[in-house]
């Protein structure tokens, strides 16, 4: 089970909001679908997860991750309504250009996977991974379907240590283990 990475695609901002109409976004997701070997379409109609941020010159803060199992996968789901009342929210309280990255699931033989049977579970395990990532970079992620226990949960020392805590041997060596500066 492969997710690979895509982006990040700049998405337009008109009057401070992120209009459903974007040609420049999904032309930038066909180059990329091409400049891979596949046809322009093929990764806009994938199924996968997808995370929505604002860069500010070299950095870059996650705002939204999402996932789709739609019919007409990324295209008929990252700009819907819903998802851009979050991003228009986003754009109006913080500076940056808004992008997004797309992480299609991928067949065994490396193909865009269309196929939602069976793999909502692994889609929605993944998206709460990657919003467990993304809350550790940015705790006000827009993201409130599911994350009671991302938010509220804490291992001192590794994850939701707000403040960090005593910094003791254990917590040090703990850190080390999981990869935490």
Not at 34 to 53: M, R
Not at 54 to 74: D, E, N, Q
Request: proline share 8%; net charge positive; glycine share 10%.
């Amino acid at each position: 089970m492969w997710f690979d990475m895509y982006g990040p695609f700049e998405l337009t901002r008109t009057d401070g909001q992120i209009p459903s109409r974007q040609p420049d976004f999904w032309q930038q997701v066909q180059q990329a679908s091409q400049h891979y070997g596949s046809k322009p379409q093929d990764l806009e109609q994938a199924i996968g997860c997808y995370a929505f941020g604002l860069r500010h010159g070299a950095s870059m803060k996650p705002w939204y991750v999402g996932m789709t199992i739609a019919k007409g996968g990324f295209r008929r789901e990252v700009l819907q309504q819903h998802k851009r009342d979050h991003y228009d929210e986003v754009v109006k309280e913080h500076r940056g250009a808004p992008i997004m990255f797309l992480m299609p699931l991928l067949t065994p033989e490396g193909y865009f996977c269309r196929n939602r049977a069976g793999n909502k579970p692994l889609i929605q395990w993944v998206e709460k991974m990657l919003f467990g990532v993304a809350l550790r970079k940015n705790p006000h992620c827009r993201n409130q379907r599911d994350t009671k226990f991302l938010r509220n949960v804490v291992v001192h020392g590794i994850f939701n240590s707000r403040p960090p805590g005593r910094q003791g041997p254990e917590v040090m060596a703990a850190r080390k283990m999981f990869g935490e500066p």
